[in-house]
């Protein structure tokens, strides 16, 4: 874990390095100033000479500026590198999500990713911020007043060591109980956050069926989870200020009774005495900074395992050594085909496909909810990898193209439709780059989304929102097979995509398809017989088989189930999925 996330330092090594530095410096400073303090008591005060109060005087106002300076210098580099660190981690993180397959996707929730670039990376900059500062100053500081404690009275020093070792053994019991809660509160953050983004996103289904009362008892549970874990574990870290309160005071009092005891037998001056209350105080403080370390470090340490976690996984799915880039044509082979979304679950989605599909060919796909509809054309494109058997694109199989290159001439409109924020034409350049307006329209016409895009006031360069919550379903669908139509595929899949749309722009945009891309093999995934019964072939699936692949009259003839859906759907009533 600790080498994965130190990797991402990178261009900020060098601030990494000067942040301690010249907190090192500002340390050296600051222990120096009791000691010259010492002086000016002892040799300008107590004797009376001006001189020498002039004298330390001017070096101990150097030392403070030199202090200041140094420390200004330190929290500057400490925040550029804290900052820089925190801003490459998040891109990290970005970056290696855009490589999952939809299986590495599956491991992790939306909110839980979100929690991760958000909640946990700031948790790892305040901490990496201390651990550069605080983590070296604390030490430095307690290593350099001790030396100076036992330069100046060895015997007095002793209470030092017996206040570390009382206040280390605090220290281990408060981390060890707040580590393990603090593992807890960061995923409870995850379900605080998968409630929020479930009910934003849903707020329409949620005000329709007027469930504001079930989604806010629902956030309540969530939010006061994660408030009884924060009180536990804040709890327990309280204890940190009383207990160093208490080896602060009782070092006081400790060393106020015995170097007076010395002061009295000659073996310790006043200034020496007034030097060893400042050591003291910058030890407890170094040891006070060192416990808010520790708390900070064990609170970024399970954000630090979530984070690690992303970016040491690693895709399922990656190119070849040597993938090919050229895909002949739109033919698709399944070759007894088995496929599990959990490998060696033993619980088989599809199972045994054998197709043999022409290029150029339209081809429907019909089956009840579950059947493997969307998992059979996931594989062409390879959003999966298959457990067993082979799927083959343009007589190659498609473990052997390079991914980008196999993406764009197998183009996917996928069962639910998702739009970005932009313009029109920037979404349809998804598609392609660098298309031009006149591509984009053309796209669009193929599409049927030419009719209610010239209505619109803007045409072309409209504003889509967030999610494309400004259009209607059936518009967002035929925009997005537009924007799948700019790649010119050689293989067309369309996951149930028109399913929002009328009956009759259905037929045109069919009708459009067999006109304008003849020669492109289209895959149609449909809920209405009338969607696919003009394809030259249709594959009906059940239960993650092949019942039957045939003309759509030879179907009529020969196969139970599609004989069932089509009278069911033709006799007007019926629900798909439950023939009569």
Request: net charge neutral; with cysteine.
């Amino acid at each position: 874990m600790i080498k994965t996330l130190l990797g991402q330092i990178r261009e900020y090594r060098l601030a990494s390095f000067l942040a301690p530095l010249f907190t090192g410096l500002e340390v050296l400073m600051e222990v120096l100033i009791p000691f010259v303090t010492a002086a000016i008591i002892d040799k300008g005060i107590e004797t009376g000479n001006i001189s020498q109060i002039y004298r330390y005087g001017g070096i101990m106002l150097i030392m403070a500026f030199l202090s200041l300076l140094f420390g200004t210098l330190a929290g500057r580099f400490a925040a550029k590198a804290s900052s820089g660190f925190a801003c490459n981690l998040r891109e990290a993180i970005y970056e290696n999500v855009q490589t999952f397959s939809f299986s590495n996707i599956d491991k992790y929730s939306t909110a839980g990713l979100v929690t991760r670039m958000t909640t946990d990376v700031t948790n790892l900059q305040n901490a990496y911020q201390m651990i550069l500062r605080i983590a070296v100053r604390a030490p430095l500081m307690l290593l350099c007043s001790m030396i100076m404690c036992f330069f100046i009275s060895a015997h007095l020093s002793c209470i030092f060591l017996v206040a570390i070792l009382f206040l280390g053994a605090a220290l281990v019991f408060i981390m060890t109980r707040t580590t393990r809660i603090f593992t807890q509160v960061f995923r409870r953050y995850d379900d605080l956050n998968a409630s929020v983004q479930e009910n934003v996103s849903a707020i329409r289904v949620v005000k329709a069926f007027v469930r504001e009362d079930y989604e806010n008892a629902k956030f309540k549970k969530a939010a006061d989870t994660l408030y009884r874990l924060f009180v536990k574990a804040e709890s327990t870290l309280v204890l940190n200020s009383p207990v160093m309160m208490l080896v602060i005071y009782g070092c006081i009092i400790a060393l106020s009774w015995m170097g007076a005891r010395f002061i009295v037998a000659g073996e310790l001056s006043t200034g020496e005495l007034t030097s060893l209350f400042s050591y003291v105080m910058s030890v407890l403080m170094s040891l006070m900074m060192l416990s808010m370390v520790f708390v900070m470090i064990s609170m970024s340490a399970a954000s630090g395992r979530r984070i690690a976690e992303v970016l040491q996984e690693k895709a399922d799915l990656v190119n070849p050594p040597c993938p090919e880039t050229e895909i002949p044509d739109g033919r698709i082979d399944f070759n007894h085909v088995s496929f599990s979304y959990k490998h060696g679950s033993g619980k088989e989605t599809l199972t045994d496909i054998d197709l043999h599909i022409h290029s150029g060919e339209t081809i429907g796909i019909v089956g009840g909810t579950g059947s493997g509809k969307s998992s059979l054309v996931n594989l062409i494109s390879r959003l999966y990898d298959a457990d067993s058997g082979s799927i083959c694109v343009g007589g190659k199989n498609v473990q052997s193209y390079d991914l980008e290159s196999l993406r764009n001439q197998v183009s996917v409109v996928l069962q639910k439709n998702v739009l970005f924020s932009g313009t029109i034409l920037d979404n349809l350049r998804w598609g392609k780059e660098d298309a031009t307006e006149e591509e984009c329209m053309e796209a669009c016409r193929q599409a049927c989304a030419d009719e209610f895009i010239e209505r619109l006031p803007d045409k072309y360069n409209t504003w889509i929102e967030q999610g494309g919550s400004n259009v209607s379903g059936g518009q967002k669908q035929r925009l997005c097979i537009a924007r799948a139509l700019l790649k010119k595929p050689k293989v067309l899949i369309l996951d149930d995509s028109t399913s929002a749309v009328d009956t009759a722009t259905d037929a045109r945009i069919r009708a459009a398809f067999s006109q304008k891309i003849p020669g492109t093999t289209k895959l149609i995934i449909a809920q209405r017989i009338t969607s696919v019964q003009d394809a030259d072939r249709i594959i009906v699936l059940d239960n993650g088989t092949v019942s039957a692949f045939d003309t759509h009259e030879n179907l009529l003839k020969n196969s139970q189930i599609y004989r069932e859906i089509y009278e069911a759907q033709t006799m007007g009533g019926g629900d798909f999925d439950q023939p009569a």
